[in-house]
């Protein structure tokens, strides 16, 4: 989930785009839409969109789309009516029709795509309906809220023939694609080994959110809302942290960790789910009565693959993804891509050699350097190269990706085979924390199996 930007370097000028500026230092093409967007977009080619849920995410989804050129948002479906009056600020337009009824939407004739932003349980429902009404639909992640719902929804989108983008942002980034690159370019030979890490240490990061101040049930419509989640009272908190439970939320991972994943499935051209999972966690510093763990540990298993996840909200650490291989480490942080090579030999004598008779060492030693010191101007290199971008989890990219397919038809970058295996790892990391048992992914029957 995306957080405070730090954005600050980019607009201090430090670096030209392109450029290599100090000696390893890259920044990539700062433009959201890597040059590609045109400037004036005749009203035949403008691509009309309805807006669902427009909350934390949705409201800065709504703001970054309409900054798109030829995009334009038509209409907007929240059940809190709050949010209507939200989407006719965000979008300057007074007399957007709004509604708390998102068919009302897809009832239109004049509105070619949704762009969707409500609680992880209704994601299936909502792009089911929308494929069904023959709408193509930007859904937020992680795609589904158990992992039978995805293979639905996929189906929905593959029989209606729409397009499907799941919003783990990051897969659209020039990070993401340098990083892809430079896998598929061999810097680090084959990957071995990937480690994912990510904490927080604040209310707000641990989804303690401020529920708005007008909630009730006259102004929002709390029996939709739940879904088929259990029937209980209006309840205000669960309405602003439904993260916190696993009866609307996936938790740390489907809320962080969907997108360590699924950078590096696009980063490493992995598409499938993992083979199984082992979780360990708990509730250890939020006992403010979620369901949800607040440490999450995770060991997967990609075809043989260790992966090696670490999510916390007890503790900040920086964001990272390690993906390791006999030539070196690429780091992917939040703002950078780090490039580490390892040449992968000897650069030394042995130190075994210490436990040999003094005149055997230096023999060693002696012809240790004769046969391995580099000629000169051969030395390996060995140093970093770090590559700048517009984050990792920039919007737009994404959102642009997703509206030049609605007209293009042409595929997106997280179609909802992608999602769905990246949702697949989030069901399969909270399956096994809650059964207290290592899972795996049964491909014959479409399952979680412990
Ligand atoms: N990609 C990212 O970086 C990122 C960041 C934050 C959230 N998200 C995802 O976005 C989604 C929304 O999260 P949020 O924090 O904005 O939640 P939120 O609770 O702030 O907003 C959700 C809105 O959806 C509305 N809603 C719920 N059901 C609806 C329905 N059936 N019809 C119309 N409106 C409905 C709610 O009334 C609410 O206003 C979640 O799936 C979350 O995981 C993604």
Redo the contacts with the bound molecule.
Sequence with gaps: ??RIPRRGFLQAGAFAAGSLVAAKEVMLDPSPMGGGAPQAVAPSDRVRFGM?????????LLGASIQLPGIECVGA????DG?HLLARQITGKADLPVS???HDLLERKDIDCIVA????H??K??VVDACNAGKDIYC???MSHAAEQGFEMVEAAQRNDRIVQI???RVSSALCARAREMYHSGAIGEVENVELSLGRNDPTGAWI?PPPFDASPQT?DWE??L?DAPKIPFDKYK??R??CFREY??GVG??LMV?LISGMMFTLGWNEAPRSAQALGGIFRWKDGRNMPDIHTVLFDYHGIPVYVRLGLGTETPELARFMGPKGILDAGEFELTYSPQAGVDTAPSYYAGGFPREMREQYEREWHEKHDPKLGHEPMTESTVYHGHDW?D?SPHLWNFFQAVKSRKPVTEDAVFGNHAAIACHMANQSYFRSKPVYWDEASKTIKS
Excluded: C
């Excluded at 669902?52 to 800065?60: A, D, H, L, R, V």
């Excluded at 932003?117 to 992880?120: G, I, K, L, T």
């Design positions: 989930m995306k669902i849920g427009i909350g934390m995410q949705g409201s800065g479906a929240d059940l809190y949010r708390r009824r998102y932003a409500v609680p992880d209704w994601h429902r909502v937020e992640k992680p919003g783990s942002q959110y929002i939709t809302w879904n309405f602003a439904w993260r939320g996936t489907g809320d997108h989890d919007v």
